[in-house]
């Protein structure tokens, strides 16, 4: 491969040249040729961009209407579709409650066995907590529905229609059947029957199965008048009894012609006939199940202990010899009865090439050993055994995903069921059945939760998280539940998580208040902190005042408040008498006072009160009005707050004041007041680091002369 560097010591997992399969991915982008050029870049998640160009048409060409390129999206992986970006998306979610759940479990299990002197840190309530776990997430997987019940049953319906289950959900099942539901590991082979009758369906695709014979021959049981006269008949009920379907076996034998009564005076002994039909029926009704129940409307009969099922598992292999030995069969004249009957019998005995014709693949045929030929096969090593014979009986041309992980699985490699997981269902199916393949197997915790140091001194289970974490960040949806991964590797999962959190956008403040509360749900104050002062910088920055100094304050960032306290100085020292200052007074506002620069806000606030009064006095208001504007006036004179760059143009927004017709609003200690902070204001004026004032030039003579008129109307008035 171009650019891979053949010394892989240094890398995070380290790669055989060997191991790399060339996978083609179609590029669909409808143009027609020459096309002269093609850009490939990364897109969301796992997809890639590829930009297609076709060549620049010439002027003597004539254009064609065709578009000169195409973007088109061509997403990786080894995912065959059966689950859609949504519903991965609503599965990523869901599973995040019952991981986080058993994660702090489990937590609090191995904190108390510190402090006890117990050798196991589990205990018997741990596997409850497992399977809550466990089928939390199946609940997720579950998309199977049957379709609503017929008012009236079709007795020739065999199969009833049903979403096809996904491959996802049947390999959770798998691990849960062998992992985690410790309570049913007597009845292992019952349960693994169970699971072939609900996913035999996802064998279908790539070869023969059971269900799929079942399928095309319900087809055209309508058409057939005598049922039993077709050799696939026979054919179909012989593998449906080999892996178990008793219900679906019983129900075709009584399509059986010699149940009609149309059909009873067709041939001579019909009625011989009908009753070893029903009494094959009968026996397959009674057939002895090892396990606790059976649900309504299944068949066979439960038996809970070993001893209980041996005796009822001799007796009824006794009445099938004695069935198969009878002279019964010397009577019924119908060939195809009389074969495929007695063809039954021997399935139901356990002979083992009857059960190889009637199975189409290696996991069929292991199913049928485990009903009629070793229903006491106990241990993952003996059933290992079995299913490489069965392998070498039926060998398969296109291997279904799902065999793999069986296989690994039944030959208890943690490494091959994990890799089995990674290759076909990918990051999250690894993270959450790791769970499961180390609860309570020393072996596997080990192997999955062991230190390495060629991994940056984390383990398999931390790297996995961190690749999943990483896969679920890479995505605008699903960022969010990232974290809950990240947490859970203490060595390198905080540090990643902090270069999440600030990779989010900061423009959009429903982002920011979900990265926030990220941060205060794992203690992390000093990133919410720099996110937000980073937030308030980029807002200020694009003109949103406002938002720029709402999250600085939010981050307590006071160098770049008392900044802007300072340019808002700046700003009305200049223009403290323009309208221009009501687009900063609702800023002032939300600065507040509190900010810790050399004066404070608070002569802002002040100016402010001061404005309002003004205005009032401006709109014709009585003399309270010009009182109270007084007293604000003289309130920010005598501040020693003021800055003396604004005296100024605070007495020439007061002339209206000043020289009230009414009567002189300032008494001649006020007066004096304000004509020494004029005298003063004059001499500072000499200085070269003055600011002057954005005033008219004739400003500090106007304001002179309104003090000098007022001063003498008070002095007459006193």
């Known amino acids: 491969m171009p650019g891979l560097t053949t010394d892989s010591s240094n890398a995070l997992v380290p790669l055989s040249p060997g191991a790399h399969v060339r996978v083609v991915y179609p590029v669909r982008h409808g143009l027609k040729p020459p096309i002269s050029r093609i850009s490939i870049s990364w897109s969301r998640g796992n997809s890639l961009r590829v930009s297609v160009f076709r060549e620049p048409p010439t002027e003597s060409d004539d254009s064609d209407g065709e578009a000169g390129g195409k973007v088109v999206q061509v ?31 489990r937590n ?34 579950d998309n199977a529905k049957p379709l609503p019940d017929l008012v009236i049953d079709d007795p020739k319906t065999v199969v009833k229609k049903v979403e096809e289950p996904t491959c996802l959900k049947a390999a959770w099942e798998l691990l849960e059947i062998f992992y985690a539901d410790k309570e049913s590991q007597a009845w292992l082979p019952e349960r693994i029957v169970d699971w072939l009758a609900d996913y035999d ?60 009564l149309d059909q009873l005076s067709n041939r001579e002994g019909r009625d011989t006939e009908n009753g070893l039909v029903e009494a094959v029926a009968v026996l ?5 199940r090892i396990r606790p129940e059976l649900e309504a409307g299944r068949l066979g009969e439960c038996f809970k202990t070993k001893p209980d099922f041996i005796k009822a598992w001799e007796k009824w292999r006794a009445q099938i010899t004695k069935l198969d030995c009878s002279s019964f069969w010397i009577q019924c004249d119908h060939c195809q009865t009389r074969e495929g009957l007695r063809n039954m019998l021997q399935v139901m005995l356990g002979n083992t090439n009857n059960l190889s014709a009637s199975t189409c693949h290696w996991i069929e045929l292991y199913i049928s050993h485990f009903l009629y030929v070793r229903p006491f096969t106990v241990g993952l090593e003996s059933m290992h055994a079995l299913a490489q014979k069965c392998i070498q009986l039926k060998p398969i041309s296109t291997s279904h995903r799902l065999m793999g992980l069986i296989i690994g699985i039944l030959g208890e490699n943690t490494e091959v069921v994990l890799a089995e997981c990674s290759r076909a269902f990918g990051p999250w199916m690894v993270v959450h059945a790791i769970v499961l393949l180390t609860a309570g197997s020393d072996q596997a915790e080990i192997i999955l939760r062991e230190e390495r140091d060629h991994l940056g001194e984390i383990s398999i289970e931390e790297l996995h998280q961190l690749v999943y974490a990483q896969v679920l960040s890479s995505h605008a949806l699903t960022w969010q539940i990232a974290p809950i991964y990240l947490t859970s590797c203490m060595k390198q999962g905080m540090g990643l998580l902090e270069v999440l959190l600030y990779k989010q956008p900061v423009q959009h403040n429903q982002m920011l208040l979900k990265t926030a509360e990220i941060c205060r749900l794992y203690d992390l104050e000093s990133i919410s902190s720099n996110i937000m002062k980073i937030a308030g910088v980029y807002h200020w920055k694009h ?17 770049r408040l008392n900044k802007i306290a300072h340019k808002l100085f700046d700003f009305v020292g200049r223009s403290i008498s323009d309208e221009s200052f009501k687009q900063w007074e609702g800023l002032i506002e939300l600065l507040g006072s509190q900010s810790k620069i050399a004066w404070g806000l608070d002569f802002l606030h002040k100016y402010r009160d001061f404005k309002k009064s003004l205005q009032q006095v ?101």
């Open 284 to 288: 397959i009704s009674k057939m002895p």
């Open 108 to 141: 609090s299990v191995l904190a108390l066995s510190k402090t006890s002197m117990s050798s196991s840190p589990y205990h018997s309530d741990w596997w409850e907590y497992v399977m809550e776990y466990s089928k939390g997430i199946s609940s997720l997987l």
């Open 543 to 559: 003109g949103r005042k406002g938002s720029g100094v709402f999250w600085l304050q939010q981050a307590q960032d006071e160098f």
């Open 201 to 260: 369906i996802l064998f279908s695709g790539t070869q023969i199965t059971v269900h799929s014979k079942l399928v095309e021959f319900q087809k055209d049981i309508v058409s057939l008048q005598a049922i039993e006269d077709d050799p696939r008949y026979w054919e179909v009920i012989s593998s449906a009894l080999a892996v178990g379907w008793l219900e679906i076996v019983v129900k075709l034998l009584r399509l059986h012609g010699s149940y009609q």
């Open 618 to 718: 401006h709109v014709g208001k009585t003399s309270d009005a010009a009182l109270q504007a007084v007293e604000s006036l003289m309130s920010l004179m005598k501040n020693p707050s003021t800055p003396q760059r604004f005296w100024l143009p605070l007495l020439h927004d007061s002339l209206k004041l000043l020289c009230w017709k009414e009567r002189p609003l300032l008494n001649v200690a006020q007066t004096n007041l304000l004509l020494n902070k004029l005298q003063d204001l004059s001499i500072a004026r000499l200085r070269p680091d003055f600011i002057e004032a954005n005033l008219p030039p004739q400003a500090l003579s106007s304001v002179r002369l309104a003090l000098a008129t007022n001063l003498g109307r008070a002095i007459l008035e006193d």
């Open 75 to 105: 997403k990786l992986g080894v995912g065959d579709g059966e689950v859609d970006d949504a519903q991965w998306r609503r599965i990523a979610y869901g599973s995040v409650s019952p991981f986080a759940l058993l994660q702090s479990r």
